[in-house]
């Protein structure tokens, strides 16, 4: 079984920034590409970015990119998502998830529970 356990999560002033942390266990870390979503209340989950195993190709979102990155320590067997010049539209639960990649969760079997991220303005 494999499990996901985020944190990081908290609230921030608009602009500031904050590091979330997803640690993997449970099967060899390299086997997935890792994802990080998010849900903001009455929204769909939404898709952030992505990394590959290898932690050598990223893909993001527009409304993320150029303020957000994606991560991987393969040796600590965690992925991280660091968020820079946050703004009050990034206030949602920020879940990592694992699997083979892609923009869609349902390309994702395993999922953590999610931390809250809350951007004041």
């Known amino acids: 079984q494999v499990q996901l356990v985020e944190s990081g999560g908290g609230l921030v002033q608009a602009g500031g920034s904050l590091r979330l942390s997803c640690a993997v266990s449970g099967r060899p870390f390299t086997s997935y590409n890792m994802g990080w979503f998010r849900q903001a209340p009455g929204k769909e989950r939404e898709f952030v970015g992505v990394?590959?195993?290898?932690?050598?190709?990223?893909y993001y979102a527009d409304s993320v990119k150029g303020r957000f990155t994606i991560s991987r320590d393969n040796a600590k067997n965690t992925v991280y998502l660091q968020m820079n010049s946050l703004k009050p539209e990034d206030t949602a639960v920020y879940y990592c998830?694992?699997?083979?990649?892609?923009?869609?969760?349902?390309?994702?079997?395993?999922w953590g529970q999610g931390t809250q991220v809350t951007v004041s303005s």
């Open positions: 998830a694992a699997g083979g990649g892609g923009q869609e969760a349902h390309g994702y079997p395993y």
């Open positions: 990394i590959n195993w290898s932690g050598e190709n990223t």
